[in-house]
Nanobody, 115 residues
Framework: QVQLVESGGGLVQAGGSLRLSCRAS????????MGWYRQAPGKQREFVAD???????NYADSVKGRFTISRDNAKNTVFLQMNSLKPEDTAVYYC?????????WGQGTQVTVSS
């Protein structure tokens, strides 16, 4: 089993920045992909960004150039640096870790961007 714990959410004004962290614990080994998803009220959960063990990244078009995903493999932690935040970035942000058929989610952290 793998447990994911997110932190770093909060309330920020438009144009501001936040940094999310997600630490994985439990039975951890091997190549994997860690990523961030978000879900706004009344909307479906959507992909934000992910990064594999080798450091290859992918981003949703809506966050390219503003968000940066990174990871510290030694600490089993993934980060999401969010700059130039917009009110439409308001959502619960979830961490996800995938390895083969194993798929784990964190409990989510709220990000609220005021206009």
């Amino acid at each position: 089993q793998v447990q994911l714990v997110e932190s770093g959410g909060g309330l920020v004004q438009a144009g501001g920045s936040l940094r999310l962290s997600c630490r994985a614990s439990g039975t951890i080994f091997g190549i994997n992909v860690m990523g961030w998803y978000r879900q706004a009220p009344g909307k479906q959960r959507e992909f934000v960004a992910d990064i594999n063990s080798g450091g290859t990244t992918n981003y949703a078009d809506s966050v390219k150039g503003r968000f940066t995903i990174s990871r510290d493999n030694a600490k089993n932690t993934v980060f999401l640096q969010m700059n130039s935040l917009k009110p439409e970035d308001t959502a619960v942000y979830y961490c996800r870790r995938r390895r083969g058929s194993n798929d784990y989610w964190g409990q989510g952290t709220q990000v609220t961007v005021s206009s």
